[in-house]
Each structure stands twice: as structure tokens, then as C-alpha cells.
């Protein structure tokens, strides 16, 4: 979806520079208008004057998508009827209100009177009594959920029953998990450089990081950094990825001379992690999206990688395929991203339940096109960054009955995620990493 236009917002509408605040209440009233966070944010730098400004925009919209529902829920009780449609703006700045008196160290004057001030920026002088009223009266009677209680509330109550149906074992730990910040990981390119001399590299600059325990590219920082700041960055030595992504090129493990399909590529993560892995590659990278596909080619020039790219519908292959077959195909598909919640917790507000159904279809189409591209004995690695069943085993589980010639070979001599009856499942916040789901399928040779 495309960005909101800042010059159309009656904050800005003035010409001047934006407040943080002025900002993050922007950035949270288009996310719930159906925009992404990211998107939203992404001119943010431009548009704000100080780096301290960036982070506290940044804190403040970060923090509302992931508190988002608990919010709305601590104002509903204390309304004595809801707000209308059309006063979303002001609903917003109650919630941006709530959040700094929740969790910043904001002073609770401040957060008052500066709610307040925005209210003046929206034309919304009417609401200053009841914004004045909600705040003064959260502060005398703090909503006191904690632990658990307060995770689970901040979730829609679609995701929760499903995360729960799913998952009644770990839905407890996925609920927290959600909520967590996660950490800021990075890939190494083994190929030019080990992660001991990485971390050596990293320390001279003063970044303090270690290495993943259990995936043997990857690094977690101490704190999330710009990527300017990391040495090696603009020359695709080091890449920003969660850890279980990282795990896609290995998986799929291909070979010199190798016919490789990237299905689903954009923003290329995997795409140049796959050609470091092994830069002998015959790639094609395909994505739907031409924007976010240019992102692919960003970040293959940064990694020196070479690669076919084309704007196309994987699901469509009349329309791109030259007929010879792949001997590998990764197909990341377009999922719920419920898996990575942690670093996009807007997930929870722009996904309803229905998506999941259409996104299993989206899915089945796409495993249904690519399947016969690929030549016996090839291999197709299935991923998603998501942890419902419906877009994962039982997905696969679908596949692999329709398709007699597929067999799984997902490997299970592995210290990650766990073994399902079809693939494997990484579960959000485990050894650091992001929920993700893999299955790697091989088509039997012809008799
Ligand atoms: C999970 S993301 C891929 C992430 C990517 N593999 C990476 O590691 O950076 C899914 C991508 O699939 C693309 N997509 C969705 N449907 C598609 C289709 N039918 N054909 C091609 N690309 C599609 C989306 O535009 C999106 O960029």
C-alpha cells in the first residue's frame, strides 16, 4: 500500500517541521488506516530534526502498534460512550497519551500537556477537557495488568485464539514473546570475512555483539544500530537478517552451476544471502512488487552479487518461464508474518483472520505453479515468517498428498525450531530468533 502523503496531513498542512509527537500521531493514524509502520516511518529521518526526535517518534509508533489493543481497552473503560469514526485523530492521541504514561519515562506532566497541545494541531480544541480527563485520571487509577494478562490483551482476539489453538503448549511464551523487542542481527559473508573478525571489526567502532549460538552466520548486536554504522555494511560483508532466515540458503544448499528460482524475492535478503552462500548461481529473482523489487537489486550491488530480476507473478509462469527447469527454488511465500511480530508489530493491526485463509490460498497457488518447474531430484524450500499451522505443516501436509513425487527431506539432525509432523517450526523469540516455519521438499526422479 502506498505511503500517506505527509503534505496532505492537517499536521504538517502548515509547511513547518513536524513535533516527534505530531509524527508518531501521523505515523499511528495511517497504520490504522491500513499502511505499513515501516512505510510510514520511512521518510521519518527527513522529516524530523534530531536524532533524538527519530528515536522518540519511533519509540512512540513502535510502542502504540505493539500496545495498540491493551490501549483501546483501557479507554473503553474509561468512556462513557466510544468515540466516533471521525474522531480516530483524537482516539489516537488518548492511546499516544496512555502509552507515555504506561511505559516511557516521559514525565506525566508532559505527556498531559503535550496530548493536550496536539489537539490544537488537529482543530480538535473541543476534546481538551476529556483528554485532560482520561490522562489525569489514568494517572490516579493505573490500569494494573502485568505479566500474561497484559501480553494476551495486546493481541486481537483472532490472533490470540489462533496462537492459542495452535500452540496451547507455548502460547503462553509466543504471547510474551510477540511483545518483546527483538534483537538487531546481523549476517556475516563467511566467504570474505569469519564472525571472529567481524566481532573484532564491530569492536574497534565500539559496537558491543556476539555470536548466535546455534546459526553460524550470525551475529546479535547489543543494541540496535544504524546500518552506517556498521563497518562492512555498504559492501555486503555484513547484512541485517533475523538468525532464522539466515537459515533459508543453507537449507536449500545449492550447488555450483545450480538453476536457482527465488520465487518471492524482494527485499533480496535471501536472494544475496544465497549468492554468497554460493555466488556460482544461475539466479532468477522474481517479485510482483517492482518497487520492493528494486530493493533486490540495492541489495545485490551493495554484495557485489549478480542475478536475473524481473517484476512478475510467481503463480503465473506462462508469463515468465523459458521452459528449462530449476534444480532448486525457494519459494518465501506471502504469509501472515505473525512469526514477526517482534520486529513489525503493526502485523496486529493490519491483519484480520479472514487473511489467513486467502493468504493459504495465495500459497497453494504459488507451491501449485512452481512445482512442475522443477526438475526431479530438485529440491523447493517452502518458508514462511509465520506460526499458524494453516500457512505451514498443514499447508505442506495438503501439497504432499496432491503431489505423490514430493518427499520431505527437511533435515532433522538440527539444534533449531522444532519437528512437526511436516517441516519444521521456529517459535518467535527462540535463541533469539524470529517465528518461522521450513519445509524442504524433493521431487523423486522419474522412474
Ligand atoms: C516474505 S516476502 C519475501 C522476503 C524475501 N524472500 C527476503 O528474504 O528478503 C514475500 C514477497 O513475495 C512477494 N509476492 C507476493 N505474491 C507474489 C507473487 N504471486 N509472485 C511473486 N512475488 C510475490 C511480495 O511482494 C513480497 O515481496
Redesign the pocket.
Known amino acids: 500500500m502506498a505511503r500517506p502523503d505527509p503534505k496532505r496531513s492537517s499536521l504538517s498542512a502548515n509547511g513547518r517541521r513536524p513535533s516527534a509527537r505530531e509524527l508518531a500521531l501521523e505515523t499511528c493514524l495511517a497504520v490504522q488506516q491500513g499502511h505499513s509502520l515501516a512505510d510510514c516511518l520511512e521518510p521519518a529521518p527527513k522529516r524530523l530534526d534530531s536524532e533524538r526526535d527519530r528515536a522518540f517518534c519511533s519509540e512512540l509508533s513502535y510502542g502504540f502498534c505493539r500496545r495498540c489493543f491493551l490501549l483501546r481497552d483501557i479507554l473503553r473503560q474509561r468512556l462513557d460512550r466510544p468515540l466516533k469514526p471521525r474522531d480516530r485523530d483524537v482516539e489516537t492521541v488518548l492511546l499516544l497519551g496512555l502509552y507515555q504514561l504506561r511505559y516511557t519515562r516521559v514525565s506525566d506532566h508532559a505527556a498531559v500537556n503535550e496530548s493536550v497541545k496536539l489537539l490544537q494541531q488537529l482543530g480538535k480544541r473541543w476534546a481538551r477537557g476529556l483528554v485532560n480527563a482520561v490522562l489525569r485520571g489514568y494517572l490516579r487509577q493505573p490500569d494494573r495488568r502485568c505479566g500474561l494478562e497484559e501480553a494476551a490483551a495486546c493481541y486481537p482476539g483472532w490472533m490470540r485464539r489462533r496462537i492459542e489453538q495452535d500452540w496451547p503448549e507455548q502460547a503462553d511464551d509466543l504471547l510474551l514473546a510477540g511483545n518483546r523487542r527483538a534483537p538487531m542481527t546481523l549476517r556475516v559473508d563467511l566467504a570474505r570475512l569469519s564472525r571472529e573478525q567481524a566481532l573484532h571489526r564491530l569492536a574497534g567502532v565500539g559496537i558491543e555483539a556476539h555470536a548466535h549460538a546455534r546459526v553460524d552466520t550470525a551475529l546479535v548486536l547489543d543494541r540496535p544500530r544504524a546500518v552506517d554504522a556498521l563497518p562492512g555494511f555498504a559492501q555486503g560483508l555484513l547484512s541485517v ?1 533475523d538468525a532464522a ?1 539466515q537459515l ?1 540458503a543453507p537449507l536449500l544448499d545449492p550447488r555450483p552451476g545450480d538453476r536457482v528460482l ?10 544475496l ?1 544465497l549468492l554468497q552462500y554460493c555466488p556460482d548461481l544461475d539466479l532468477l529473482a ?4 517492482a518497487e ?2 528494486q530493493r ?1 537489486r540495492e ?1 545485490l550491488d551493495r554484495g557485489g552479487a549478480q542475478a536475473c530480476l524481473r517484476v ?5 509462469p506462462d508469463s515468465w518461464h523459458e521452459g528449462r527447469s530449476f534444480d532448486r527454488i ?1 519459494l ?4 501472515s ?1 505473525s512469526g514477526i511480530l517482534r520486529r513489525h508489530p503493526d502485523i496486529r493491526l493490519l491483519r484480520q483472520d479472514a487473511d489467513i485463509p486467502a493468504l493459504a490460498n ?1 500459497q497453494r ?2 507451491l501449485e505453479a512452481l512445482w512442475p518447474l522443477l526438475r526431479p531430484g530438485g529440491r523447493l524450500l517452502y ?3 509465520s506460526i499458524f499451522r494453516e500457512e505451514n505443516e498443514l499447508q505442506i501436509a495438503d501439497f504432499m498428498q496432491r503431489h505423490p513425487d514430493s518427499v520431505e527431506v527437511t533435515p532433522n539432525a538440527v539444534q533449531w525450531g522444532e519437528k512437526r509432523p511436516f517441516g519444521r517450526q521456529l517459535f518467535t523469540g527462540d535463541q533469539d530468533m524470529d517465528g518461522f516455519f521450513y519445509a524442504l521438499l524433493e521431487k523423486a526422479e522419474s522412474p
Open positions: 537478517q532466515a533459508a527465488d520465487a518471492c524475492a524482494a527485499p533480496g535478503g535471501k536472494t544471502h522474481l517479485d510482483k512488487d520492493r523489487l533486490v541489495n512478475a507473478d510467481a503463480g503465473e525457494l518465501d511465500a506471502p504469509c508474518a495465495q497457488r504459488l518458508a514462511t515468517c
